[in-house]
């Protein structure tokens, strides 16, 4: 089946390290997007990117990085500059008309030892 | 900047009322769309609706019904007969274009719903 996959389910961080968050889509989705969701709050978008090899920074960018060197692959790397890390991530794609929803992945838990 | 505000953070009714939850929006946009998403305690986010602003149609599918209203930029999602599994955060989104493809989604706070059997 047709779907986006995001590994690992829970994650944990130690003081300083930087970690990876997986997200792949079988989907043939042009757009790919990383969000992030705090306890009783909703999404706030950190990277997006509409093709391979781009991606943009979103509103809360700052202390993640991430890459596209597939087009169905986007990876998200917290980093330690990211000072307080513990949430809920979660990875959606979309197809490249812009009236499209986005589909969502199953998220990562994330957080610190 | 986009906006979208879900004034109502929870609400819980027994099985079987009907629920309504609120979701209002600004933007500057002429055309733009409108979401409804459903979490259920998995995480994950499950599509329900989309809206665009130029149909203000309103729709019934099923025991859902959407209002949309241009005139006080409101977006409002019912929930007729509410069951148990019905229990999830919602949320509202609205759609920004941010260029070559797909679109930027602005979301609401969300609003939890319980079902009490």
């Known amino acids: 089946d047709g779907g986006i996959t995001q590994s690992p389910k829970y994650l944990f961080r130690k003081e300083g390290q930087n970690v990876t968050l997986s997200c792949e889509q079988n989907l043939n989705h042009d757009a790919m997007y990383w969000y992030r969701q705090d306890p009783g709050q909703g999404l706030r978008l950190i990277y997006y990117s509409q093709i391979v090899n781009d991606f943009q920074k979103g509103d809360i960018a700052e202390g993640y990085s991430v890459s596209r060197e597939k087009k169905e692959s986007f990876p998200l790397t917290v980093t330690s500059a990211q000072k307080n890390p513990t949430a809920f991530y979660l990875c959606a794609s979309s197809p490249g008309q812009k009236n499209q929803p986005q589909h969502f992945g199953d998220g990562t838990r994330l957080s610190i030892l | 900047a986009q906006k979208v505000t879900q004034a109502q953070t929870e609400i819980s009714v027994v099985e079987k009322e009907d629920v309504t939850l609120d979701c209002v929006y600004e933007?500057?946009?002429?055309?733009?769309?409108l979401f409804w998403y459903k979490q259920p305690p998995s995480g994950e986010l499950v599509f329900l609706i989309r809206?665009?602003?130029?149909?203000?149609q309103n729709e019934i599918s099923g025991r859902y019904s959407w209002n949309f209203q241009k005139s006080t930029s409101s977006f409002n999602f019912t929930i007729t007969a509410s069951q148990v599994v019905d229990s999830a955060v919602y949320f509202c989104a609205l759609s920004e274009a941010i260029g070559a493809a797909g679109n930027k989604l602005t979301f609401g706070g969300g609003t939890r719903v319980l079902v009490k059997p």
């Open positions: 809206r665009n602003s130029f149909d203000e």
């Open positions: 933007t500057r946009d002429t055309t733009y769309y």
